[in-house]
Nanobody, 116 residues
Framework: QVQLVESGGGLVQAGGSLRLSCTIS????????MGWYRQAPGNQRDMVAT???????TYADSVKGRFTISRDDAKTTVYLQMNSLKSEDTAVYYC??????????WGQGTQVTVSS
């Protein structure tokens, strides 16, 4: 069974930091594009950062210079280090894997709340 298990969300003051973790089933880890998306109430789900098995990384313009995506192959885990958090970063953050063969998988989501 494919699983994406997220952790690390919470409440933080503006300017603070959080690190999200997503442990991914080995069967799909590094088998496509792995990444983080977020969805605020009333908004669509937007890409935050993605990383491929070759290490190609993409960031949304709104988080460039503040967020860093990385992966630990031994732990089959993808991380999102979030620094200099702003109130507009408040959202539910979802881990995602889009495999090269067309599979699309999502985690359960973790809430990030930034207080101003």
């Amino acid at each position: 069974q494919v699983q994406l298990v997220e952790s690390g969300g919470g409440l933080v003051q503006a300017g603070g930091s959080l690190r999200l973790s997503c442990t991914i089933s080995g069967s799909i880890f590094n088998r496509g594009v792995m990444g983080w998306y977020r969805q605020a109430p009333g908004n669509q789900r937007d890409m935050v950062a993605t990383i491929t098995n070759s290490g190609r990384i993409t960031y949304a313009d709104s988080v460039k210079g503040r967020f860093t995506i990385s992966r630990d192959d031994a732990k089959t885990t993808v991380y999102l280090q979030m620094n200099s958090l702003k109130s507009e970063d408040t959202a539910v953050y979802y881990c995602s894997v889009n495999t090269w063969i067309g599979g699309n998988y999502w985690g359960q989501g973790t809430q990030v709340t930034v207080s101003s």
